[in-house]
């Protein structure tokens, strides 16, 4: 089977290059259309995501290794060097031969030419890895850290302007790691500690979080799949990275409330902060795509919210029917997404600095439009995904600056707490998704 698998997964990386799609949806689309067992299911999952994780350093030893100019090698050859690299350098339960046999099958079935060269090149590197040296740190410190942990140079320089040398490597470095799975238990339909003890009945090792009371972490799935989870059909749980919880937790959302999401897939905070409020109130999720505002029909179904109303709406313009109508506007803003790199590494080869530059222009509009939606009194959160100072904190301050009748609350009792009173997750401090969070009021 695990021929098949590499295949597969071969199969993935060439449709995330070709269709521009993020990985994560290509991998979980390509799965679920291919009847492959759960072993074979994380075989791929793995192959897929270290070979994005560490692009940069397999092409850098491709570079090194190749008779054939990197610009002239056949694409999909590449990505079965790349796969047959990452399996060699970095999965120990894989023997190297079984790393080389394979990728040289792999060729042959693409093109029995390109068979001696790949072979040629993975036993190549079991004989020399060691020795391949990487740019000098000490004169060349962007480049030695761009290549040893995959990241742009132009993000590397960044952060290191931002952060210092210390910090940024500690960063690049939990970038490519897994991250934590984290579960919020569905209160509306069972208690945290029964589903804690209906999982772990099951073989599931599962931790309670210490200051998010209907949060769990998964330390082990026992050999599951998230959607044959016991419990996952019946709404017990939605898969939510703790970061993103505590939005709706710092909203103080209660029963009876009206809640306005303007950019609310794929759901996670809309359905959060309807179990919150009891499934009492009104909230109003709106989106650009409806098939991303399905997934909130979905997610909503299942878990047995029914006081949602999803709408499809640009969240740039102006809607007046919401003029003054909310008690809570949650701007969870389309961002550059660099607090999530480790479960969307894709991300980081994706973006550039002119995206930055033209993603704050966006998220201002969305931020003042929504503003005007805020009753007096009301609370207005503006958050992101991203660990970028121009679209976090200098966004709210920016609006700030021209919006006076909106202060900025201190949100406290929460990790990441900044002296201004915002939130601010690093996945290498906090080993969340790195996060921003603002609470601002608007007078009464």
Not at 72 to 85: A, Q, S, T, V, Y
Not at 237 to 243: A, C, K, M
Not at 270 to 295: E, F, S
Request: charged letters at 25%; aromatic letters at 8%.
């Amino acid at each position: 089977m695990k021929n098949n698998a590499r295949r597969l997964a071969l199969k993935i990386l060439k449709q995330i290059e070709m269709e521009d799609q993020f990985s994560h949806i290509t991998i979980k689309e390509m799965l679920k259309s291919s009847e492959v067992t759960d072993i074979d299911r994380r075989f791929i999952t793995n192959i897929v995501y270290g070979v994005l994780e560490n692009k940069l350093l397999l092409d850098y030893y491709i570079r090194k290794l190749s008779t054939v100019r990197y610009g002239k090698i056949n694409k999909e050859i590449l990505n079965i060097l790349r796969m047959g690299l990452y399996q060699i350098k970095f999965m120990s339960k894989v023997p190297d031969s079984a790393a080389v046999n394979e990728s040289v099958k792999l060729a042959k079935k693409f093109s029995p030419q390109y068979s001696g060269y790949v072979n040629g090149i993975l036993r190549s590197f079991i004989r020399i890895s060691g020795n391949i040296e990487l740019p000098d740190r000490n004169k060349h410190l962007v480049a030695h850290l761009s290549i040893s942990y995959s990241h742009p140079e132009w993000l590397v320089e960044k952060w290191l302007n931002e952060f210092g040398e210390e910090f940024t490597e500690s960063l690049l470095k939990s970038n490519n790691e897994t991250p934590k799975l984290w579960l919020r238990v569905n209160t509306l339909k069972i208690q945290r500690d029964e589903f804690i003890d209906r999982l772990e009945a099951e073989g599931i090792k599962v931790f309670p979080s210490e200051w998010m009371e209907d949060a769990v972490m998964v330390e082990n799935l026992n050999e599951h799949s998230i959607d044959s989870l016991m419990g996952f059909n019946e709404g017990w749980f939605q898969v939510q990275d703790i970061s993103s919880m505590c939005v709706s937790k710092i909203s103080n959302v209660k029963p009876g409330d009206t809640v306005v999401d303007v950019c609310a897939a794929p759901g996670g905070k809309t359905t959060h902060m309807a179990q919150l409020m009891k499934n009492t109130g009104q909230i109003i999720a709106r989106d650009l795509h409806p098939q991303k505002l399905k997934l909130i029909e979905e997610s909503a179904e299942r878990l047995g919210i029914n006081m949602i109303k999803t709408e499809v709406f640009d969240a740039t313009h102006f809607d007046v029917s919401l003029k003054y109508l909310a008690d809570i506007v949650l701007v969870d803003a389309p961002c550059s997404g660099f607090g999530i790199i480790r479960r969307k590494p894709d991300i980081k080869y994706n973006k550039s600095i002119e995206d930055l530059n033209s993603l704050t222009e966006i998220q201002y509009k969305i931020l003042e439009t929504s503003s005007e939606y805020v009753k007096s009194g009301g609370t207005l959160i503006y958050s992101t995904c991203t660990i970028n100072a121009d679209e976090n904190i200098k966004m709210v301050e920016r609006f700030l600056s021209h919006h006076v009748h909106f202060k900025l609350m201190k949100i406290t009792d929460m990790p990441g707490v900044e002296s201004n009173g915002t939130i601010t997750l690093f996945p290498n401090v906090d080993q969340t998704d790195g996060f921003f969070i603002a609470k601002m009021t608007k007078d009464e």
